[in-house]
T-cell receptor, first 113, second 112 residues
Framework: EPEVTQTPSHQVTQMGQEVILRCVPI?????FYWYRQILGQKVEFLVS????????KSEIFDDQFSVERPDGSNFTLKIRSTKLEDSAMYFC???????????FGPGTRLTVL | DAKTTQPPSMDCAEGRAANLPCNHS???????VYWYRQIHSQGPQYIIH?????ETNEMASLIITEDRKSSTLILPHATLRDTAVYYC?????????????WGLGTSLAVNP
């Protein structure tokens, strides 16, 4: 069964450094999402992406964040200058289209020191 | 998207049916009820969704009341691997975004 994959599974970085989190969505999917979950808290929507542009972003998704689909398979989330409060699990999700559901990857645990 | 209310935690004996309730009294006519679960910090896993008819798949059954103000997710024979946080989410299936708005869910413990 096709699945969403994410790399790395765990990323440790120093405050102020740039990180890129990578996702490979399910191959025929058209809509892509990033969510995050701070330890012990709710899953929070960050951004949705369709047709090579952002369709919606949350208040969390400020100028430090960006997303890109550099080729036909990868979908990346970049944080330019990480802060301690960016430490969280980051989940990528994808959806085929129409009324389809979102399917999630296993997540990347980001730890900012 | 409509707000949902779920009990914070529930217990279930292994092999028995787990019935997880969700209230969504402000649901509107074009909004679906979705259920996901999250097993200890793993990625959320889609379970089932429905609009107004009851639905069943290989994982679970979804019972939606006639007025659509509440629903119940049924795991017919719970196993230890079903221990997870279960999220009920109401969302319209329209537009390009369709982000999911998450609550705190119900933490289900399946006991041997």
């Amino acid at each position: 069964e096709p699945e969403v994959t994410q790399t790395p599974s765990h990323q440790v970085t120093q405050m102020g450094q740039e990180v890129i989190l990578r996702c490979v969505p399910i191959s025929n999917h058209l809509y892509f999402y990033w969510y995050r979950q701070i330890l012990g808290q709710k899953v929070e929507f960050l951004v949705s992406f369709y047709n090579n542009e952002i369709s919606e972003k949350s208040e969390i998704f400020d100028d430090q964040f960006s997303v890109e689909r550099p080729d036909g398979s990868n979908f990346t989330l970049k944080i330019r200058s990480t802060k301690l409060e960016d430490s969280a699990m980051y989940f990528c999700a994808s959806r085929a289209g129409g009324p389809d559901t979102q399917y999630f990857g296993p997540g990347t645990r980001l730890t900012v020191l | 998207d409509a707000k949902t209310t779920q009990p914070p935690s529930m217990d279930c004996a292994e092999g028995r049916a787990a019935n997880l309730p969700c209230n969504h009294s402000t649901i509107s006519g074009n909004e679906y009820v979705y259920w996901y679960r999250q097993i200890h910090s793993q990625g959320p896993q889609y379970i089932i969704h429905g609009l107004k008819n009851n639905e069943t798949n290989e994982m679970a059954s979804l019972i939606i009341t006639e007025d659509r103000k509440s629903s119940t997710l049924i795991l017919p024979h719970a196993t230890l691997r079903d221990t997870a946080v279960y999220y009920c989410i109401v969302r319209a299936n329209a537009g390009n975004n369709r982000k999911l708005i998450w609550g705190l869910g119900t933490s289900l413990a399946v006991n041997p």
